[in-house]
């Protein structure tokens, strides 16, 4: 089955850098665009960044500059490099795998979700 395993959270001060990573498995993953996900409290999940089988990267306003996503094939691992870290970036982040019909700026995920990583910016 398709597992998305994140890890790499914690608690930054603002201004600070964390480094996302999502193992996956139970699919091909050189053949998927994948993407960051990301929900804060009292909020709806949001969009935050993508990259596509070749690599190309897209990402949502608000982050743009500060987020850097990447993916390594040969490990079927998809990273995201957050610096410049806000207390507005306080959110649980998803990875996903994006459906093969759809794209950037609207990509629909598949409905495979792992438990996520925390990832809180306060001083």
């Known amino acids: 089955q398709v597992q998305l395993v994140e890890s790499g959270g914690g608690l930054v001060q603002p201004g600070g850098s964390l480094r996302l990573s999502c193992a996956a498995s139970?699919?091909?993953?050189?053949?998927?665009?994948m993407g960051w996900y990301r929900r804060a409290p009292g909020k709806q999940r949001e969009l935050v960044a993508g990259?596509?089988?070749?690599?190309?990267?897209n990402y949502v306003d608000s982050v743009k500059g500060r987020f850097t996503i990447s993916r390594d094939n040969a490990k079927n691992t998809l990273y995201l490099q957050m610096n410049s870290l806000k207390p507005e970036d306080t959110a649980v982040y998803y990875c996903?795998?994006?459906?093969?019909?759809?794209?950037?700026?609207?990509?629909?995920?598949?409905?495979?979700w792992g438990q996520g990583t925390q990832v809180t910016v306060s001083s």
């Open positions: 996903a795998a994006f459906q093969f019909n759809s794209a950037w700026p609207s990509p629909r995920p598949l409905n495979y």
């Open positions: 990259i596509t089988r070749d690599s190309i990267q």
């Open positions: 139970g699919i091909i993953f050189r053949l998927y665009a």
